[in-house]
């Protein structure tokens, strides 16, 4: 059974690194908390960021849309390919900034390693790249 968290103050400040994304790939920002990165071997566990845009808060590219995001704690295996995501926690803005909001400790079934994506647009592809191939 997974555990939710409820959170409520202001966040620490992160050491975010920008995740290299094609210019033609419309995924949300995505960063690594560089500090979060510790390694063992093949796998590596680290602290991710995504932010995402508040509904009805832009119109295209005439205005940009608020965003908050999500801080989510993940594993890599980079001779298997596997991601698993352990915990994750709601900002109130962009790169792990603001408030904190609501948090979520996966259970073990949720924490189950998979495969990575490696098309274009996948978190975990961009995440694997970023990581285990700049190693």
């Given amino acids: 059974m997974a555990v939710a968290l409820s959170v409520c103050c202001a966040a620490d400040a992160k050491n975010v690194v920008p995740v290299a994304i094609p210019a033609d790939d419309f995924h949300d920002p995505l960063y690594v908390d560089a500090d979060s990165i510790r390694w063992k071997g093949d796998v590596v566990t680290f602290k991710y960021v995504l932010d995402v845009p508040i509904l009805g808060t832009g119109s295209g590219t005439v205005t940009a849309p ?8 993940a594993v890599i295996d980079c001779a298997a390919q596997t991601i698993s995501i352990l915990e994750l926690i709601t900002y109130s803005g962009r790169a ?7 948090g979520f400790v996966s259970n073990a079934e949720e924490r189950r390693p998979e495969r990575i994506d490696m098309r274009k647009g996948s978190t975990s592809g961009y995440l694997y790249r970023h990581l285990c191939k700049r190693r």
């Fill in 66 to 73: 608020r965003m908050r995001s999500n801080e989510i704690e």
């Fill in 96 to 102: 792990a900034t603001g408030d904190m909001g609501f």
